[in-house]
């Protein structure tokens, strides 16, 4: 890699008439992900790949002051405020997926950096994932196709399962997308979050174990980060009960994956379906045996189509910022301000 370029001063980072010099917005990408990302930066940015450097220790000390923009292309490496020290020029974050957990958006926000992630795009195939999700686990659809490559179809028929009919389904600070379809199927709704939200005609329910004691299956929608982290625990999966199902797609933190794991194996509900889990891709042995469990390997927006817009809005909000422009989807703890850079 060519030396040549010398980090500019603070000083000289000011926007001028609006727009900047695109060859001073140095992009880092941190760690490998999905390399279409990297192709579309590098056709109009410098981009520097960092896992590719024999010592990255090294290579951020020095060259740390040239970075300016952060793209997380998927693996998601932590960004937390002592990486962002080491990076004291950075002005933006544009990170891939809806979570960004794993980005100290707060940190961010008081180094005035801007943080963006990829909402939106992926709605609908995260919300037909939870669906097949829940049709699998409460008709064991996984278990009976087993059964029948197994074998055992030639010397019986694969037992009764439990119903979706006449159940609940509660979603934990709604997704809309999931309750459209689930009322397709003719499921009542309830909801839980902080607030009720006034556009929604669901029953809202202000305890997350008030709701889990009135539905039937239970759908995980809400971000990741130490403020939800176990919040399905033992408590509320007691309260789900042994009809109960739980279905996760959005963080594995979300779930005590002991605690599920005990209620599984004691009937203390009925099934889970879990598209994502607390250590990925580790998953524990122990949930694996499980017959009633239904895992996919983090699935939930992987589609070519999905990925692929999921891609272009990681790169879009690089290039409106390089093109003095706001940022097109900024996180609420970076709210645009209408100020560009930090110089």
Request: hydrophobic letters at 45%.
């Amino acid at each position: 890699m060519s030396k040549a370029h010398v980090p500019r001063p603070a000083a000289a980072r000011k926007w001028e008439s609006g727009s900047v010099n695109v060859k001073s917005l140095d992009v880092l990408m941190p760690a490998e992900g999905m390399g279409l990302i990297g192709e579309m930066i590098a056709e109009r940015l410098p981009l520097h790949r960092l896992w590719r450097e024999a010592d990255p220790g090294a290579w951020l000390a020095e060259w740390g002051p040239r970075i300016r923009a952060l793209a997380m292309a998927g693996a998601h490496a932590p960004i937390d405020d002592a990486y962002m020290q080491g990076l004291p020029n950075l002005e933006i974050i544009s990170s891939f997926g809806v979570g960004y957990d794993h980005i100290d958006a707060r940190a961010a926000a008081r180094r005035g950096i801007i943080v963006t992630n990829t909402p939106g795009v992926l709605d609908d195939e995260v919300a037909d994932t939870a669906l097949g999700l829940m049709i699998m686990a409460v008709r064991r659809l996984p278990q009976a196709d087993r059964y029948l490559r197994s074998g055992r179809w030639l010397k019986g028929a694969f037992p009764l399962t439990a119903s979706l009919r006449g159940r609940i389904v509660g979603l934990g600070r709604i997704g809309k997308a999931i309750a459209t379809r689930v009322s397709a199927f003719g499921l009542a709704v309830v909801y839980h979050g902080r607030n009720p939200q006034a556009d929604v005609a669901y029953r809202y329910f202000p305890s997350l174990v008030g709701m889990a004691k009135s539905c039937d299956i239970l759908i995980v929608v809400a971000p990741g980060g130490p403020g939800t982290r176990h919040i399905i625990n033992a408590e509320v999966l007691e309260a789900l009960g042994p009809d109960g199902v739980l279905v996760n797609i959005s963080r594995g933190s979300l779930v005590d994956e002991k605690a599920l794991i005990e209620a599984l194996g004691t009937g203390k509900i009925l099934a889970a379906g879990l598209d994502v889990f607390e250590n990925e891709p580790s998953v524990p042995d122990e949930l694996i045996a499980l017959d009633n469990a239904v895992l996919l390997p983090h699935v939930g927006s992987a589609s070519v189509k999905t990925r692929g817009a999921m891609a272009e809005c990681v790169v879009a909000n690089l290039f409106a910022w390089a093109d003095g422009k706001p940022p097109l989807t900024p996180v609420p703890e970076t709210p645009w301000r209408g100020v560009w850079g930090k110089g």
